[in-house]
C-alpha cells in the first residue's frame, strides 16, 4: 500500500520559531509537494521538488524554504514562524511520466495542523 | 483571482439521492480535470478525471461531465451514500504541462450525505 508520512499530526509553535516539517514516502515518487490547506482557498502550492536537491516555488513561497536531500524524504522550512502561517499543510508525492506526460494524481500526507502561536 | 471555483462551500443530501458538486474556471489553457476527495483527519485521494476531449467520465457511482463552452464541469454522485460524506476538491491543469506542478486546486465543498 502506497504510503505519504508526515511526520506530526498536530503541532503547536511560537512566534518567531523555526520549524520543520517533515515528509516521507516509500513509493520511489520522483516529484514531491507542499501544500497549504486554508477554508475558503482550498489548496495552494507552496513548493515543488523533482528530483533530488531540485526544488521550485509554487504559488506562496514566502516565507518557506524546502530541502530534500534524499529522494523519498522532503522537508518543509519555516525559518521564522508567523501567526499567518497558522494552517494545515499537505505533502504529496507523484511519479514522473515522462516528458511531455501528464500526471496530476497526487498522494497525499494525512497533514500536519500547524498552529503558531 | 482563483482560476478554479467551487462557489459552494457545503452540499446536504438525504441517501440514496443524486449528489451533484459544481466547479466552474476561468482558464482556457485547462484541458485536464480531477475530482479529489478529503475525509477529517486523512489527505486528499483522487477520485476521477477527465479530460478535454471527452464530456462525461464515468466510474461506477461517480460520473464527471465537462461543459467546455461554459467552463464548467460537476461530479455526480449516484445513489448518494454516508460514506460519501466528505470535502471535494475540484481540480485542473493544461495537459501540455507534462508536470502535476501545474495543477490548480478549487476551495472545497463539503458534501453530507444524511441517512
Known amino acids: 500500500d502506497v504510503k505519504v508520512t508526515q511526520s506530526s499530526r498536530y503541532l503547536v509553535k511560537r512566534t518567531g520559531e523555526k520549524v520543520f516539517l517533515e515528509c516521507v514516502q516509500d513509493?520511489?515518487?520522483?516529484?514531491m509537494f507542499w501544500y497549504r490547506q486554508d477554508p475558503g482557498l482550498g489548496l495552494r502550492l507552496i513548493y515543488f521538488?523533482?528530483?533530488?536537491?531540485?526544488?521550485e516555488k509554487g504559488d506562496i513561497p514566502e516565507g518557506y524554504s524546502v530541502s530534500r536531500e534524499k529522494k523519498e524524504r522532503f522537508s518543509l522550512i519555516l525559518e521564522s514562524a508567523s501567526t499567518n502561517q497558522t494552517s494545515m499543510y499537505l505533502c504529496?508525492?507523484?511519479?514522473?511520466?515522462?516528458?511531455?506526460?501528464?500526471?496530476?494524481?497526487?498522494?497525499f500526507g494525512s497533514g500536519t495542523q500547524l498552529s503558531v502561536l | 483571482d482563483q482560476q478554479v471555483k467551487q462557489n459552494s462551500p457545503s452540499l446536504s443530501v438525504q441517501e440514496g439521492r443524486i449528489s451533484i458538486l459544481n466547479c466552474d474556471y476561468t482558464?482556457?489553457?485547462?484541458?485536464?480535470f480531477l475530482w479529489y476527495k478529503k475525509y477529517p483527519a486523512e489527505g486528499p485521494t483522487f477520485l476521477i478525471s477527465i479530460s478535454s476531449i471527452k464530456d462525461k467520465n464515468e466510474d461506477g457511482r461517480f460520473t464527471v461531465f465537462l461543459n467546455k463552452s461554459a467552463k464548467h464541469l460537476s461530479l455526480h454522485i449516484v445513489p448518494s451514500q454516508p460514506g460519501d460524506s466528505a470535502v471535494y476538491f475540484c481540480a485542473a491543469s493544461p495537459i501540455s504541462s507534462g508536470s502535476a506542478r501545474q495543477l490548480t486546486f478549487g476551495s472545497g465543498t463539503q458534501l453530507t450525505v444524511l441517512p
Open positions: 513509493m520511489d515518487h520522483e516529484n
Open positions: 482558464n482556457s489553457m485547462f484541458d485536464y
Open positions: 504529496a508525492s507523484s511519479p514522473w511520466t515522462g516528458k511531455g506526460a501528464t500526471n496530476e494524481k497526487l498522494f
Open positions: 521538488s523533482y528530483d533530488v536537491k531540485m526544488k
